[in-house]
């Protein structure tokens, strides 16, 4: 059996990277982002054993793995987990809802 790959999209990269600027301006330091980019490749690392781990969304297809104040939104394809959104869920969920059509 392959190994199940981990993609990310644009959306979900520009999501991340937004997340990290913001820490590293209000903390003055990257330090905590780098510990949140250990924990998120641990997670995808996770999901790459195990895909189903993330609760299920109105979608069939797409998932929600949440972890600290965080979530990783995904869909499963067949040897590809695709994140489309990395979620800080201190925000409104309808807009997430809203982004991701769900």
Do not use: C
Request: proline letters at 3%; glycine letters at 2%.
């Amino acid at each position: 059996m392959a190994e199940i790959k981990v993609e990310w999209t644009h959306f979900a990269k520009k999501q991340r990277d937004e997340i990290f600027e913001y820490w590293n301006n209000r903390n003055k330091s990257n330090s905590y982002s780098k510990k949140l980019n250990l924990v998120i490749k641990e997670k995808t690392n996770q999901l790459k054993l195990q895909p189903f781990s993330g609760k299920k969304t109105i979608n069939e297809t797409t998932r929600m793995l949440v972890f600290k104040n965080y979530s990783l939104i995904y869909n499963i394809e067949p040897e590809t987990i695709s994140i489309i959104s990395f979620w800080e869920n201190h925000q409104n969920p309808e807009a997430l809802e809203n982004i991701l059509g769900l």
